[in-house]
C-alpha cells in the first residue's frame, strides 16, 4: 500500500480538484490517493518574477511550453533540453514558483500532518514555475507537483485527464529513478509513446496520452527497481481508463456498445463504467438509494409504489447514508415514498442528468431509471451487465 497525498494551492478551485481526485480514486490498487480539501497558502515570498519562455512563443501560445515530466530541477548536470537554454527572446512571467519553494510547501504539509517519509506528497497547482514543467519531483523526498493549468490550450479535453496521468506517472517515475542521472539516462528524448517521452512538442502529448503505454525499456528498469507488479499495473490502469475517458468526452469513442456497471463496495458504494475507462458516476445517498432499489427491480416500480418498498430502501440507504440523525433518515425516506412530494421524481431527474452529462443521450438512456408518466419506471440495462464487486 502507497499513500498518495493530493494538495492543492490556494488558487486552484476545489472543484477542479475533485474532478482530478474523481478519476484517481476510481481505481482499485496498492496505490492510494487521499484528497486534502484544506488548501496550501502559497507564501508570498515564493512568488517571483522569472523567466518561464520565449516571447515570441508566449505570444502565440500563453502556456507551459514543457509536458515532460522531468523530475528534477539541476543547475549542475547536462541536460541537453534543458528549457532555459532554448529560449531565444526570455519572457518574464509574475508569481512564478520556484521548484524548491513547491517542495518546501510540500514539506510543510508533511510536518503539520505527521505524513510519513515513505508517503507520495503532489502539490497541484495552477501556478507556474520557474522552468515551466507541468510535472517535477524533489530528488530525496517524495515530493511532486503537476501543473494543473493550460492543458486546455494543448488538448481538447477536460483538464482532469492529463492531470490525472500525469499524477500516477509521476508517482511510477519517481519509484523507477533514484537519482538525477538516472532520470536524465531514463527519459526518451525522442517519443515512443511511452510514459516516460519527454515531450516537447504539443502532438507529442497527444501521442503520450493516446496510446498509454510503458515501453520494454522501461519495464525492465521497474523490474529492476522491483517495483511491485500490482502498482505498474494499477498506473497502467489510471493511465488506460485516462485514455478511454478522454475520448469518450471528445465524443470520440468509437463504439456505442454498452458498457458493464460496476457497483463496487458495501457501504457508500461506487457506481463505476469499467468498458468506458472507469468513469463514475457520483450520486448522492438518496439518489444512490434509489438507483440501487430501481437495479433490484427489473419488472419496474410505479411511484405510487414505492411505499411498499419502504423497508428494501431503508436497508439500502442505512448502508450508504453513514451521517444524520435517526428521525432525519426516516423523514428523508418517508418524502421519497411519496408521490405527492415529489422527490423521487426529482431524484430520478438528477440521476439521468449524471448520466447524460457522463455519457451523452443515447448510451445514457440504458442506464437511466424511465418510464411512462404515471406508469412502471425502470431501468432498462440487462442486468448482466450489473456486477457487484
Ligand atoms: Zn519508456
Known amino acids: 500500500m502507497v499513500n498518495i497525498h493530493l494538495i492543492r494551492s490556494n488558487e486552484y478551485n476545489l472543484s ?26 502559497i507564501d508570498p515570498e515564493f512568488l517571483d518574477e522569472e523567466v518561464v519562455g520565449d516571447k515570441e512563443f508566449y505570444e502565440t501560445i500563453p502556456l507551459a511550453n514543457y509536458s515532460m515530466a522531468d523530475e528534477m530541477i539541476d543547475a549542475d548536470l547536462n541536460i541537453s533540453y534543458k528549457p532555459k537554454k532554448l529560449f531565444k527572446k526570455p519572457f518574464k512571467e509574475k508569481d512564478v514558483l520556484k521548484w524548491k519553494n513547491i517542495f518546501k510547501e510540500c514539506d510543510d504539509f508533511r510536518e503539520q500532518n505527521s505524513i510519513s517519509s515513505v508517503d507520495y506528497v503532489i502539490l497541484l497547482t495552477e501556478r507556474r514555475n520557474e522552468l515551466n514543467w507541468f510535472t517535477g519531483g524533489s530528488e530525496k523526498v517524495n515530493n511532486l507537483f503537476v501543473h494543473t493549468g493550460y492543458w486546455d ?13 500525469e499524477c500516477v506517472s509521476s508517482v511510477l517515475r519517481k519509484m523507477m529513478f533514484e537519482s538525477k542521472k538516472e532520470l536524465s539516462h531514463g527519459l526518451h528524448e525522442k517519443s515512443i509513446g511511452c510514459m516516460n517521452d519527454f515531450c516537447q ?7 503520450k496520452l493516446r496510446t498509454a503505454d510503458i515501453c520494454r525499456k522501461c519495464v525492465e528498469i521497474i523490474n529492476e527497481k522491483g517495483v511491485e507488479r500490482t502498482i505498474t499495473n494499477q498506473v497502467l490502469e489510471v493511465i488506460n481508463g485516462v485514455r478511454k475517458q478522454m475520448l469518450f468526452s471528445n465524443g470520440f469513442s468509437s463504439s ?20 468506458y475507462g472507469n468513469i463514475e458516476i457520483k450520486l448522492t445517498p438518496l439518489e444512490k438509494t434509489l438507483y440501487l432499489l430501481y437495479l433490484n427491480h427489473p419488472e419496474g416500480i410505479a411511484y405510487h409504489n414505492l411505499v411498499d418498498c419502504k423497508s428494501e430502501i431503508k436497508e439500502i ?10 428521525a432525519e433518515i426516516e423523514e428523508r425516506i418517508e418524502a421519497l415514498i411519496n408521490p405527492l412530494e415529489g422527490s423521487a421524481k426529482e431524484k430520478i431527474s438528477k440521476i439521468k442528468q449524471k448520466f447524460t452529462n457522463k455519457l451523452g443521450a443515447e448510451l445514457a438512456a440504458n442506464y437511466i431509471i424511465k418510464g411512462p408518466r404515471g406508469d412502471k419506471k425502470e431501468i432498462k440495462l440487462e442486468r448482466e451487465f450489473v456486477i457487484y464487486q
Open 16 to 41: 477542479r480538484y475533485w474532478e482530478v481526485v474523481c478519476v484517481l480514486q476510481a481505481f482499485d490498487g496498492p496505490l492510494t490517493f487521499i484528497s486534502h480539501e484544506k488548501e496550501v497558502d
Open 317 to 326: 440507504y442505512s448502508k450508504l447514508a453513514n451521517t444524520g440523525e435517526q
Open 256 to 275: 456505442l456498445e454498452l458498457s458493464k456497471l460496476n457497483i463496487v463496495g458495501t457501504y457508500s458504494q461506487k457506481l463505476l463504467l469499467p468498458d
Open 201 to 207: 512538442e504539443k502532438e507529442q502529448i497527444i501521442f
Open 153 to 165: 490550450y494543448f488538448i481538447d479535453c477536460n483538464h482532469q485527464f492529463p492531470v490525472a496521468y
